[in-house]
């Protein structure tokens, strides 16, 4: 079966650095993906890996290891409008499914000043 | 910027009745989901179009829901009869994913909230 794990919530403070995991077990894997969600709008794109290491990109860094099914969103000097849910996303191997995404049910970041 | 855009963004119907949401994905991308987020989870996939064809519908319960994308350019999802369960977020999203090995991620529209009463 399809399972992403993700913590419900987090809780962090301005300017801090934050940590969020993920696990997952899928059938195929072809990526992964982190996306952000404020509330009540669309998800947006923050990040890939699809190779097992680190991909850094301004404040945000994303970490994958296919072996241990285990992939981490790191977020520095964090700001209040970093206060959002934040989505794995395995994508599935190809075959009749190509390119789609199996979304986690997302982690809920609170920054606090 | 290039956006997908949905209409309407927000619903409210009785159950029973039908609903229609319409999405215009981003010109050129090739395929379009169809996603339905519940309060507090992740988008699950409904329908994934390549083209006007469907790629992948084994997550829509078809006896009340219908998409189409008849000319690979924009879509519309149906739900009739709507029921209480229906509540949630449908985002629409596209991708200029064409089965290749890339790194196209999708590019999601604002949504269309439903509400059935």
């Known amino acids: 079966g399809q399972n992403i794990d993700q913590p419900t919530e987090m809780t962090a403070t301005e300017g801090a650095i934050v940590q969020i995991n993920c696990t997952y077990q899928?059938?195929?894997?072809?990526?992964l993906f982190w996306y952000q969600q404020h509330a009540g709008e669309a998800p947006t794109f923050l990040s890939y890996?699809?190779?097992?290491g680190l991909e850094e990109k301004g404040r945000f860094s994303s970490f994958l290891s296919r072996s241990k099914g285990y992939s981490y969103l790191l977020l520095k000097e964090l700001q209040m409008k970093d206060s959002a849910s934040y989505l794995c996303a395995v994508r599935d191997s190809y075959g009749g499914s190509q390119g789609n995404l199996i979304f986690g049910k997302g982690t809920k970041l609170s920054v606090k000043p | 910027e290039a956006e997908v855009a949905q209409s309407p963004r927000y619903k409210i119907t009785e159950k029973s009745q039908a609903v229609a949401f319409w999405c215009d994905p981003i010109s050129g991308h090739a395929t379009l989901y169809w996603y339905r987020q519940i309060l507090g989870q992740g988008p699950e996939l409904l329908v994934q179009f390549q083209d006007e064809s469907v790629v992948d519908d084994s997550q829509l319960p078809k006896d009340r829901f219908s998409a189409e994308r008849l000319k690979g350019v924009d879509s519309t999802l149906k739900i009739q009869p709507a029921e209480l369960g229906d509540s949630a977020m449908y985002l629409c999203a596209s991708s200029p994913w064409r089965g290749q090995f890339a790194d196209n991620e999708q590019f999601f529209g604002p949504g269309t909230r439903l509400t059935v009463l």
């Open positions: 899928t059938s195929g894997f072809n990526g």
């Open positions: 890996n699809v190779l097992d």
